[in-house]
């Protein structure tokens, strides 16, 4: 089955600076890649995601860039602000998500004021 | 729209008990899905339904799990017997275009 590893596993960035996340998936069949943040004691909740046929998405301060080649893809979240403090998993589809999604371990992501 | 709608949103049981949790997905969604999230395991997808029909439920850790979909707007996740490593928040999503989680349900076994 597919396997996501997910790096680093906490990350503390200044606020007003960059924050990158990084994944890996192992099955090549894998076409659709979401993000998810997760508040403490809250559901996951979808902030972007990408598709096999797209290399780069955009949605305001929040961007995924895919590399299919190396089976990697990565979240950039830029000008970070302390409500973007949570956890953030990525996630892994054989089927655009209709077969469920492999998550990554998640990445604490500490925004420092 | 509500999202999805999931109850209990906590339970607290005994060893041995029997545990039912219970979801409402989003209505027109054609797909349901349940996931366990532990700190030890992560997130780890249990089983999920198409159409009311389980399609694969190679997630289920034993066979004191089972889940049922009678209709498009309710399903049940049951644990019997319960034990304490089921202990866990159970998560049920529902997919449109993207999946959308409920809040969850945080599992209590002693």
């Known amino acids: 089955g597919e396997n996501v590893e997910q790096h680093p596993s906490t990350l503390s960035v200044q606020e007003g600076d960059s924050a990158v996340i990084k994944c890996t998936y192992s099955d090549s069949a894998s076409n659709y890649f979401p993000w998810y943040k997760q508040e403490l004691g809250k559901r996951p909740q979808l902030i972007i995601d990408?598709?096999?046929?797209?290399g780069e998405k955009k949605d305001q301060r929040i961007a995924v860039t895919l590399n299919k080649t190396a089976k990697h893809f990565s979240l950039h979240i830029t000008e970070t602000q302390p409500e973007d403090s949570a956890v953030y998993f990525c996630a892994a589809s054989m089927g655009g998500g209709a077969d469920g999604l492999t998550f990554g371990k998640g990445t604490h992501l500490i925004i420092q004021p | 729209d509500a999202g999805v709608i999931q109850s209990p949103r906590h339970e607290v049981t005994e060893m041995g008990q029997e545990v039912t949790l219970r979801c409402k997905p989003i209505?027109?969604?054609?797909?349901l899905f349940w996931y366990r999230q532990t700190m030890m395991r992560g997130l780890e997808l249990l089983i999920y339904?198409?159409?009311?029909?389980?399609?694969?439920d190679s997630g289920m850790p034993e066979d004191r799990f089972s889940a049922k979909m009678p209709n498009a707007s309710f399903s049940t996740l049951k644990i019997q017997p319960s034990e304490p490593r089921d202990s866990a928040v159970y998560f049920c999503a529902s997919m449109g275009e993207t999946q959308y989680f409920g809040p969850g349900t945080r599992l209590l076994v002693l």
């Open positions: 209505s027109g969604h054609d797909y």
């Open positions: 990408i598709r096999s046929n797209v």
């Open positions: 339904f198409n159409n009311n029909v389980p399609i694969d």
